[in-house]
């Protein structure tokens, strides 16, 4: 505990301090990014592959919770049959996972 206490205090010869506290603060940006922002763009990226690489007869989960197999794909929306002669159009920024096993 005095060791945080002397990280943030000030030196009071006056040197030093800030110093101290700009690594300390740079740090914390650092382990933000490899534990957070990192990981989270990686699977963002594994996404966006899944959903290109989605084809006819893929079982998808959108962003709202519906599950449904793929029936055609457009440009940039799908058409899911999420029940037997229910159908529904949605983009593909929607679809938050890609199962091909059913």
């Given at each position: 505990?005095?060791?945080?206490i002397?990280?943030f205090?000030?030196?009071?010869?006056g040197?030093?301090?800030?110093?101290t506290?700009l690594?300390f603060?740079a740090?914390?940006?650092?382990?933000?990014?490899l534990f957070?922002?990192r990981p989270q763009?990686k699977?963002?990226?594994?996404?966006q592959?899944?959903?290109?690489q989605m084809?006819?007869?893929?079982?998808?989960?959108?962003?709202?919770?519906?599950v449904?197999i793929?029936?055609?794909?457009?440009?940039?929306?799908v058409?899911?049959?999420?029940?037997?002669?229910?159908k529904?159009?949605?983009?593909k920024n929607?679809?938050v996972?890609?199962?091909?096993?059913?």
């Amino acid at each position: 505990m005095n060791t945080l206490i002397l990280l943030f205090a000030a030196d009071p010869e006056g040197g030093g301090g800030g110093f101290t506290s700009l690594i300390f603060l740079a740090a914390i940006f650092l382990v933000f990014y490899l534990f957070i922002i990192r990981p989270q763009s990686k699977k963002q990226k594994e996404i966006q592959t899944k959903v290109t690489q989605m084809k006819k007869g893929d079982k998808v989960i959108t962003s709202g919770g519906i599950v449904g197999i793929v029936v055609s794909i457009e440009d940039d929306s799908v058409m899911l049959e999420i029940d037997k002669d229910v159908k529904v159009k949605l983009l593909k920024n929607a679809i938050v996972d890609v199962n091909p096993q059913k």
